[in-house]
T-cell receptor, first 111, second 115 residues
């Protein structure tokens, strides 16, 4: 069974810092990987999706990379803002239907 | 445009009761997923529909859980004889089609509390 781990579990940074969130998975034969943001008491908002044939995706201040062979992905957030405070989750699928999530990284950006 | 909606947003029920949770996917999305998220955990896969059929129900914890999608759009997750351990946020997601570029869109979830 695919297992997804996210490190660190929690992160607190001052506003303006660049930061990296890590995601690792045990089975490298993935279909795609998706990064989500979850605000307290809310559902998940999709941030970036990386197909298995891709190495990175960018959206605004966010950049996600994928190293399938080593089972790792990183989410890079540039010039962090207090509004970025949320829990960030990564999810992978091996088949395109069943998705496996990590437990998330709780990010706090201090003004 | 309208996103994925779920009703009710909160449900409190007594142990042993039956509950139904509803999901309205984005119009035109053929794939629909149900997940369960416990406090401090990531979402856990329950079941996935492609059209009207349950293509993968391997995540359902036991036979008290059942889900339907009779017309290939709205889905209902049904839980019989609820237990306190069923308390969680139940999330629904939909995607346009099944494939490597399929991006999942999530609803706000239904918070189920079994007392």
């Amino acid at each position: 069974k695919q297992e997804v781990t996210q490190i660190p579990a929690a992160l607190s940074v001052p506003e303006g810092e660049n930061l990296v969130l890590n995601c690792s998975f045990t089975d490298s034969a993935i279909y795609n990987l998706q990064w989500f943001r979850q605000d307290p008491g809310k559902g998940l908002t999709s941030l970036l999706l990386i197909q298995s044939s891709q190495r990175e995706q960018t959206s605004g201040r966010l950049n996600a990379s994928l190293d399938k062979s080593s089972g790792r992905s990183t989410l890079y957030i540039a010039a962090s803002q207090p509004g970025d405070s949320a829990t960030y989750l990564c999810a992978v699928t091996n088949t395109g239907n069943q998705f496996y999530f990590g437990t998330g990284t709780s990010l706090t950006v201090i003004p | 445009g309208a996103g994925v909606s779920q009703t009710p947003s909160n449900k409190v029920t007594e142990k042993g009761k039956y509950v139904e949770l509803r999901c309205d996917p984005i119009s035109g999305h053929t794939a629909l997923y149900w997940y369960r998220q416990s406090l401090g955990q990531g979402p856990e896969f329950l079941i996935y529909f492609q059209g009207t059929g349950a293509a993968d129900d391997s995540g359902l914890p036991n036979d008290r859980f059942f889900a339907v999608r009779p017309e290939g759009s709205v889905s209902t997750l049904k839980i019989q004889r609820t237990e306190r351990g069923d308390s969680a946020v139940y999330l629904c997601a939909s995607s346009l089609y099944l494939g490597p570029s399929n991006e999942q869109y999530f609803g706000p979830g239904t918070r189920l509390t079994v007392t």
